[in-house]
């Protein structure tokens, strides 16, 4: 049983009014009827619970449980959870995922074919700016709490580090966004719009600032941050560097890496990272997970949503996936597929038992191959605590990315890492998978690479940007662009817009280009 699961909790939090007054769409307090800040948050305990919201908003979508009121106004509890918005946005847009489902406007994300209204985007955006104005609030108040301790500074800095991932995957998804800190006074003026390559900026210096404050890598609770997963942010913004702020920092993106992978080590078995014991299993390997307890930590979204929606046709959704019955959503498609050597990759956890390989019917769960990579069962079998809810945990990020990051470095020039080096890098990430070594790569190489190791754990958009084929025409897979073989769209799509409900309410934010 995991006990260490970082549990919701019921404490007042103020809403700095981030994303301004967006009616239906408006970000609320907490269970503003309880106790305010001054009496609330008495001692050092008091602040480590108010921490706990802030983890707990990346696992669930309410304090009170799966069916509780969601923090977020105006959007579904189950599509507005963080890591399913972020799967969405990130996944269900590419070659490495489709959905069954016709729900609203769910289908323009595979179709790359969004507005300014969907509801889906909104949802992502909504729900990543959440997240920073609870941590903004918990810096504001333990910074003028007069209680000073390390634990309490080692609570500072992983707030920040929390923060720093939100905005990360705010402009990673939206360019442009509104920027707040603790040094906002809550609700005094609309926040102002930031830059994407000003962000860029400011949270390299951010990071820089604070990283040191935290517990060395590979140190603290499991699930928490530490020195590794804020250097993981920090990589991830130099790898993107190129699309953020228009300059290249690579080689700092590869010293960065050369830093983490001291602190981690690949596990052995591949499949082990996504079942219901990858806590014990593979912590070695995982740098930063969100963490789920089928008992009590429990969501419609994250791995919850993963397991549930891949389940469907003849797939036995006990004695494979560890959960009562499936929700026929989530597959494959084959050009993804075509990826991989399906004979001897232990990464390609495909069910093709009564599917189809090509995608003829989006609503048809058995046209397109099903995943099987997250499962609720552990490395010895059993089931998960529940059948109803999921204890696997997602790992936002691991050694293995970090392992193809210095590759991809190595081969963009970058003089901090050597293609000697990135060629070993990439080999040891091929042979645990069952793949025999290669002696040279191109950067199309790492990007498949990246495919075939990563894929579900939403980094696929981005590669996809970075290296100049989620758009275009040099790269397609079933219905992009609402067609069966695939067509090119126009470049916007690189990017989400932002909100109507928001640019109407806040004069200060410009939409982004073409929306």
């Known amino acids: ?96 995922a489709v959905i069954g489902w016709n729900d609203a406007t769910l289908r323009d994300l595979h179709g790359l074919a969004w507005t300014s209204s969907d509801q889906f985007v909104a949802a992502a955006y909504y729900r990543t700016l959440y997240e920073v104005s609870l941590c903004n609030e918990f810096i504001r108040q333990a910074e003028k709490s007069g209680i000073t301790s390390d634990n309490m500074n080692y ?199 009564g599917q189809e390989k090509e995608i003829a019917d989006l609503g048809t769960f058995t046209d397109g191959y099903a995943v099987t990579k997250f499962r609720n069962r552990t490395s010895a079998g059993a089931a998960g605590q529940s059948t109803g809810f999921v204890d696997t945990d997602f790992p936002v990020f691991r050694l293995a990315d970090v392992y193809l990051m210095l590759a991809e470095c190595a081969k963009r020039g970058a003089t901090t890492v050597t293609t000697t080096e990135g060629l070993t890098y990439l080999n040891q990430v091929r042979t645990r998978a069952g793949l025999s070594e290669v002696d040279s790569y191109t950067l199309d190489d790492i990007l498949d690479e990246r495919g075939r190791e990563l894929y579900w754990e939403c980094h696929r958009r981005s590669d996809l940007i970075r290296f100049g084929k989620f758009t275009t025409s040099d790269y397609l897979w079933s219905w992009k662009g609402h067609i069966q073989a695939g067509k090119a769209v126009a470049d916007k799509f690189n990017l989400f817009p932002i909100p109507d409900d928001d640019i109407n309410a806040n004069s200060n934010l410009t939409q982004n280009t073409g929306y």
């Not at 935290?214 to 928490?224: C, Q, S, V």
Request: net charge negative.
């Open 1 to 96: 049983m995991k006990r260490d699961k970082i549990l919701g909790i019921l404490i007042f939090i103020s809403s700095i009014g981030i994303s301004s007054c967006t009616g239906d769409l408006n970000v609320t307090p907490i269970d503003p009827d309880l106790n305010t800040a001054d009496v609330a948050l008495t001692s050092e305990s008091d602040y480590k619970s108010l921490l706990a919201k802030c983890y707990s908003a990346l696992a669930v979508s309410s304090s009170q449980g799966p069916s509780g009121d969601a923090d977020i106004d105006g959007i579904d509890g189950g599509f507005g959870q963080y890591i399913r918005a972020l799967f969405y946005m990130n996944e269900l847009t590419t070659d490495e």
């Open 155 to 353: 609570y500072i800095a992983e707030a920040r580090a929390l923060r720093a991932l939100a905005y990360y995957h705010a402009i990673d998804m939206f360019g442009n966004v509104p920027f707040a800190t603790e040094d906002n006074s809550v609700g005094a003026t609309l926040p102002e719009q930031k830059s994407r390559a000003d962000m860029y900026e400011w949270l390299v210096t951010e990071i820089l600032d604070f990283k040191d404050d935290l517990k060395a890598a590979g140190t603290n609770d499991y699930g928490r941050m530490d020195q590794g997963a804020a250097e993981m942010i920090l990589a991830k913004l130099y790898l993107n560097a190129e699309i953020y702020a228009s300059k290249d920092a690579y080689s700092e993106c590869a010293t960065v890496c050369k830093e983490i992978a001291t602190s981690y080590s690949l596990v052995d078995n591949y499949p082990y990272l996504f079942l219901a014991d990858n806590n014990t299993t593979s912590k070695g390997e995982i740098i930063f997970a969100v963490e789920q307890d089928g008992l009590y930590t429990q969501s419609y979204g994250c791995t919850n949503f993963i397991i549930f929606a891949a389940t469907g046709g003849s797939m036995p959704a006990a004695s494979l996936m560890g959960i009562s019955s499936g929700w026929g959503g989530l597959r494959t498609t084959p050009e993804f597929v075509d990826l991989f050597d399906t004979t001897n990759d232990t990464r390609a956890l495909f069910y093709t038992d």
